[in-house]
């Protein structure tokens, strides 16, 4: 019986070909800021309370003129549609009877179009890659559909290094890579029919025009090497809101200075992000850096935040600290490998029981009126 986080993970390492779990599971370098992503939050202790009135619990927040049904977000994750069949299309419409958002990212499966058809516009997270006009075309298209927030990722100026997918063969490999990976897809046969066979086409289709539609995932990983933009400022952000006109979110904050950087800016919102580990590794872990943020921001603009959300409980627990709602990206991914739809729908509804019992036992009846006094710290 799949009931927590864990037992997804478990599911889908199952299932899944060893260079698609190493991906989504791994982190940079030595992986100590994935690790502490996760440990950190265990850091922070929940302070029960007893003898409140909770039989009527408010989990609703809203973002950026939309009501969700709790804080929570579907975080933008490349390849999303190669772990179950149509991958993002399956977790955009768990969450859309979840009441809550997808964020789709500009190296999804599945483009804008195809996910707005099956289910909502979703929010589009950009990478801005050297060619602003393809940039520009693309961010267009994500306004012609309807996409209601632009979520600007800036910490990908050069990609991290991550040992773990060096090692399964997806960022090069030597010669024996191609038998390698080749072999991991055999020796999951069920993967292997629902998605690779199943699920076709499998190209990045917002910037297949860009990569074209054959490409091998390894190549395609040096083509993103060559073309994600190291010259990106913050003088970008310029020609980004004129092309957008929308609530613009900036991902990948970790320190204050950059908040305040983006406040002054006029930035609708911030995601206090580390990446999930998978950049630049020693740094703070997401929800270390949060209480300084928001300070840092003192209510000018909404905070967010993404890192070793694994749960209900930890969801309050960033809530607590300052942030307006999660994101969430390991969960729904390993949710979505293990049972698709059924697996996001499943995983979504146990972290809102997990959140209304947090709430209940701290008394807290109004998940937007949590605050730092409802949590202590161990360390």
């Not at 929570?72 to 490349?78: D, H």
Request: glycine fraction near 10%; charge should be positive; hydrophobic fraction near 45%.
């Amino acid at each position: 019986m799949l009931v927590t986080s864990d037992d997804y993970r478990r599911a889908a390492k199952k299932r899944l070909p060893r260079l698609l779990f190493d991906y989504i599971d791994g982190g940079s370098y030595a992986e100590r800021t994935l690790r502490a992503n996760v440990s950190d939050f265990a850091d922070v202790q929940l302070r029960q309370r007893v003898l409140n009135d909770v039989s009527t619990l408010n989990t609703s927040v809203e973002l950026f003129g939309q009501k969700l049904s709790m804080p929570l977000v579907l975080a933008p994750i490349g390849m999303g549609g190669m772990f179950s069949k149509r991958g993002e299309v399956q977790a955009a419409r768990a969450a859309k009877k979840a009441g809550v958002p997808l964020c789709l990212s500009t190296l999804s499966i599945c483009g804008i179009e195809e996910v707005t058809k099956a289910a909502v516009a979703p929010w589009f997270q950009l990478y801005v890659l050297k060619d602003r006009g393809y940039m520009r075309a693309l961010i267009a298209r994500a306004k012609q559909a309807g996409c209601p927030v632009l979520v600007f990722t800036v910490d990908l100026p050069v990609p991290g290094a991550r040992y773990r997918d060096m090692r399964s063969g997806l960022f090069g490999g030597g010669p024996s890579a191609g038998f390698k990976l080749a072999w991991d897809g055999l020796t999951h046969p069920g993967w292997l029919w629902d998605v690779w066979l199943g699920g076709r086409p499998n190209s990045f289709s917002n910037v297949v025009e860009a990569v074209g539609a054959k490409v091998s995932f390894r190549d395609f990983w040096v083509w993103v090497r060559e073309n994600f933009d190291p010259t990106l400022n913050w003088k970008d952000l310029d020609w980004i809101r004129e092309a957008w006109g929308g609530p613009i979110v900036i991902k990948g904050i970790l320190d204050p200075e950059d908040a305040r950087q983006a406040c002054g800016l006029g930035i609708d919102g911030i995601v206090v992000s580390n990446h999930g580990g998978r950049q630049l590794d020693d740094v703070l872990s997401g929800i270390r850096a949060l209480p300084p943020i928001v300070d840092a921001v003192a209510g000018r603009t909404s905070i967010l935040m993404d890192g070793g959300v694994r749960s209900g409980l930890d969801v309050m627990k960033a809530m607590a600290l300052g942030a307006k709602a999660c994101l969430i990206g390991r969960n729904w991914v390993f949710a979505s490998a293990a049972q698709g739809e059924r697996g996001v729908a499943n995983m979504l509804n146990i972290m809102r029981g997990e959140l209304r019992t947090a709430m209940a036992l701290t008394g807290c009846t109004d998940v937007t009126k949590a605050s730092p006094e409802m949590v202590t710290r161990q360390s």
